[in-house]
């Protein structure tokens, strides 16, 4: 299955940003968060790949309430972009993930699969699984950076899911918290303030 991508990832030195979209959205929707990417680092934005039942795009089914921890559909989607990235951006590019709502699940799992092309990652108003993922044991050792900004009036994401990242990311990264007082479901400018600060750090390792 092939994705479809826009960024500036044509030829690329180094780690290329990923943007990664929320649910019923698609490629164009992050795009403006290549304003947070330092200057001359390669960025894309992708495409999730099934259909949403109305509008934009998926990274995995949303049926039931417990469809955000159902490990077989995450892989699925986890698959599919790293068939992209691996056939856009070759098979030892290093990518770093940022991912709002779903995807920040995907930009987790891209971490949780292949730490060794992952150098860092940033979750906005997302969420990471609660079972443990291939690559636990190897980012307990790491301690990779990643990025986790919510709002404290996020009525979207379940408290479960909540519960579970702030269980899980303190043994596999060195989190960078932020809690937006006010913020719903969205990104702020703020927010966008302290991701650019953080790929600043990041970008360039």
Sequence with gaps: MTLHAVGTYGSHQGPVVVFLHGWGSDERDLASLAQC?????????????????????AWYPLDSEQSWAEQGPIDAGTDALWSWVDEELGEHADVIPVGFSQGGVMASQLLRTRPHRVPAAAVLSGYALAAAQQADAVLAQSLPPVFWGRG??????????????????????????????????????????????????????
């Design 37 to 57: 990417v330092p200057a001359g680092v390669a960025w894309a934005s992708v495409r999730a790949p099934l259909r949403h039942p109305s509008f934009g795009y």
């Design 152 to 205: 404290d009036r996020d009525a979207v994401i379940p408290g479960d899911a909540i519960a579970a990242t702030d269980a899980v990311l303190p043994g596999i990264a060195t989190i960078e918290r932020h809690l937006y007082p006010g913020m719903a479901h969205q990104v702020s400018p703020q927010e966008l303030h302290d991701l650019t600060g953080f790929l600043a750090r990041v970008a360039r390792r």
